[in-house]
């Protein structure tokens, strides 16, 4: 059973362009996290997402920023007119349940995007 | 607001030692709290999950203790060996008036000399 998955493993764009972040869950989980990690901080929550629905994108800013997890398909992380700092690691995590009871999570290797 | 605390400061230790993590909360009540460990360029890895009614938790060398009076919990590794050295991370979540998606804390590197 692979793990989470994403890619690109790394990342870089120019400011203005836009960055297209993807994620593979582990099979059979339906739940799906996203979180940014700046040097010298911890993660942070952006977004969670279950097959088709956003349930909770309050860590997410509201402008340039957007998530989806299709049907088919692996769940997108989209950021728009990128901006230096925007520069981070960006994690995938995935889980067989609703984190909130505890559900462990399973993170992937994460993205790191570089703007320039 | 809830804020969660790890001590920022490297922990070295000589190996076969045991390691003593902390982590501090204030403003919250979670009803579980969780331990991960992560390595450079990689992500976090679950280790021990502990619940708001139980008071300690192991797991081969790890442990792990949940004191909701004092709002803290410590992590230890016993025997400690070079290959622990990584950051840990708590989190926790899952009560009311705090998020249900676990909060992360910044961590805390652990570095086990031979």
């Known amino acids: 059973n692979a793990g989470v998955m994403q890619n690109p493993r790394h990342l870089v764009r120019r400011r203005g362009q836009e960055a297209r972040l993807r994620c593979s869950p582990m099979k059979g989980h339906s739940h799906v996290y996203w979180y940014r990690q700046l040097p010298e901080e911890g993660l942070k929550f952006m977004v969670y997402l279950q097959k088709e629905n956003i349930i909770d994108e309050s860590g997410m800013p509201k402008e340039r920023f957007s998530a989806e997890f299709p049907k088919e398909g692996p769940s997108i992380l989209r950021i728009q007119q990128v901006v230096r700092g925007d520069s981070a690691a960006y994690f995938c995590a995935s889980s067989p349940g609703v984190a909130g009871e505890g559900n462990e999570q399973f993170f992937g290797p994460g993205t790191r995007l570089t703007v320039l | 607001s809830q804020k969660i605390e790890q001590n920022s400061e490297a922990l070295n230790i000589q190996e076969g030692k045991t390691a003593t993590l902390t982590c501090n909360y204030t403003n919250y009540s979670p009803a579980y709290l969780q331990w991960y460990r992560q390595d450079p360029g990689r992500g976090p890895v679950f280790l021990l999950l502990?619940?708001?009614?139980?008071k300690e938790k192991r797991k081969e060398r790890l442990k792990v203790t949940f004191d909701t009076t004092l709002k803290q919990s410590l992590f230890h590794i016993t025997a400690s060996q070079p290959a622990d050295s990584a950051t840990y991370l708590c989190?926790?979540?899952?009560?009311?008036?705090?998020?249900?998606?676990?909060?992360f804390g910044r961590g805390t590197s652990l570095i086990v000399h031979p």
């Open positions: 989190a926790m979540g899952g009560s009311s008036g705090g998020s249900y998606i676990p909060t």
């Open positions: 502990i619940r708001e009614n139980e």
